[in-house]
């Protein structure tokens, strides 16, 4: 069973904020939240991940709903090269990655 | 630093032949992987490895084989080439099993036919 429901595409004007939902509604206490993206036809790239706590890097921001069953990447400034396919991947640190069919992003210029 | 490099970039095989693609990390990484990427889909684990010496299935290994001789390196073999193997393959290391982040290389494009 798929652990995580991502939207199958969003639209972004350049510029403003992407906001990319995520319901994870089955989550463990154990298990964290990663976000990666695939840019076209490029391997995978990281972005960032959670366990319980908002977190914030260079690249994006995730927010983490109380109760953890849902969260939300938001890339605060988004540039046509973050036209991609954004996954949201939970899982234990020791596990292997899942990938499901994420979103793909469209920011329009 | 290079990061995690694939040969070839793209490969036309005919149903039934063999090849074997090579992946190369110089991060000094313990785990490397393979997956495979069809149309529309994420990401499918075939195999991976631990370290070097030892080889594990993933979710999809049949039709595939691995071997991780040197610690930098992991081969991925395709013995007897099928059109259902036609898929873009990407390689990944990691430092650990607690690692955060999978460094992906740039994929290869392999079409049987």
């Known amino acids: 069973d798929a652990k995580t429901t991502q939207p199958t595409s969003m639209d972004c004007a350049e510029g403003r904020a992407a906001n990319l939902p995520c319901n994870h509604s089955?989550?463990?206490?154990?298990?964290?939240v990663y976000w990666y993206r695939q840019i076209h036809s490029q391997g995978p790239q990281y972005i960032i991940h959670?366990?319980?706590n908002n977190e914030t890097n260079e690249m994006a921001s995730l927010i983490i709903t109380e109760d953890r069953k849902s969260s939300t990447l938001i890339l605060p400034h988004a540039t046509l090269r973050d036209t991609a396919v954004y996954y949201c991947?939970?899982?234990?640190?020791?596990?292997?990655?899942?990938f499901g069919k994420g979103t793909k992003l469209t920011v329009n210029p | 630093n290079a990061g995690v490099t694939q040969t070839p970039k793209f490969r036309v095989l005919k149903t039934g032949q063999s090849m074997t693609l090579l992946c190369a990390q110089d991060?000094?990484?313990?785990?490397m992987y393979w997956y495979r990427q069809d149309p529309g889909m994420g990401l499918r684990l075939i195999h991976y490895s631990v370290g070097e010496g030892t080889t594990a299935k993933g979710e999809v290994p049949d039709g595939y084989n691995v071997s991780r001789l040197k610690k930098q390196n992991f081969l991925l073999g395709l013995e007897s080439a099928a059109p259902s193997q036609t898929s873009v393959y990407f390689c990944?290391?990691?430092?650990?099993?607690?690692?955060?982040?999978?460094?992906f290389g740039p994929g290869t494009r392999l079409t049987v036919t």
């Open positions: 990944a290391s990691s430092s650990g099993p607690s690692s955060y982040e999978q460094y």
């Open positions: 991060m000094n990484h313990e785990y």
């Open positions: 959670g366990l319980k």
């Open positions: 991947i939970v899982r234990l640190r020791s596990e292997k990655l899942v």
């Open positions: 089955t989550i463990s206490g154990n298990e964290y």
